[in-house]
T-cell receptor
């Protein structure tokens, strides 16, 4: 079954304590992306990756890092979380180039609270 | 940059009735995709329907259909015979059709749909 798996689903942390949210896909997709969802703002792209070792900023990258050392994994790293990063986070992976399928597969979401 | 606007933060409809959710967008591109996503309380993002801009025919998926007006940059979702399971947040989203580059989805702010039994 085609899947994007995020962990953890819920996370409460304190300001300044580094954390990583993992994302893994089993579809061999080249493209992966992170979004955050906030009330009244919809979903906004944080970072994306077009392939292994190729990453770039989205619309709201401040305070986040990513890495893409292998195709299936795309972790989101918060080096020093702050309360304004409290949000619902989604990892997504569309099929990308060379296919007519435009559906993006989303992970289950990670509810992050920074106190 | 592309923008997507959903002007109805909340809507409600009687069970079995029909409801239309509005979405407008702005882009300078001529070829693109539009989507409606459903987000139930489980937070899962579920693709409801998609529309290719080069197709004049409006997309339909069972009880869900769209009214795509390219010149007006409007993309509304009609839900017929509303069911309790349709209660959710609905997001309109846009994506450029070019495969080379950032396959970013640009989302609207969402419409929360309540179904009244």
């Amino acid at each position: 079954e085609a899947q994007v798996t995020q962990n953890p689903r819920y996370l409460i942390t304190v300001t300044g304590k580094k954390l990583t949210v993992t994302c893994s896909q089993n579809m061999n997709h080249e493209y992966m992306s992170w979004y955050r969802q906030d009330p009244g703002l919809g979903l906004r792209q944080i970072y994306y990756s077009m392939n292994v070792e190729v990453t770039d900023k989205g619309d709201v990258p401040e305070g986040y890092k990513v890495s893409r050392k292998e195709k299936r994994n795309f972790p989101l790293i918060l080096e020093s979380p702050s309360p304004n990063q409290t949000s619902l986070y989604f990892c997504a992976s569309p099929p990308g180039e060379g296919t007519d399928n435009t559906e993006a597969f989303f992970g289950q979401g990670t509810r992050l609270t920074v106190v | 940059a592309q923008t997507v606007t959903q002007s109805q933060p909340e809507m409600s409809v009687q069970e079995a009735e029909t409801v239309t959710l509005s979405c407008t967008y702005d882009t300078s591109e001529s070829d693109y995709y539009l989507f409606w996503y459903k987000q139930p309380p489980s937070r899962q993002m579920i693709l409801v329907i998609r529309q290719e801009a080069y197709k004049q025919q409006n997309a339909t998926e069972n009880r869900f259909s769209v009214n795509f007006q390219k010149a007006a940059k409007s993309f509304s979702l009609k839900i017929s015979d509303s069911q309790l399971g349709d209660a959710a947040m609905y997001f309109c989203a846009y994506r450029n059709s070019r495969y080379f580059g950032n396959e970013k989805l640009t989302f609207g702010t969402g419409t929360r749909l309540t179904i009244i039994p």
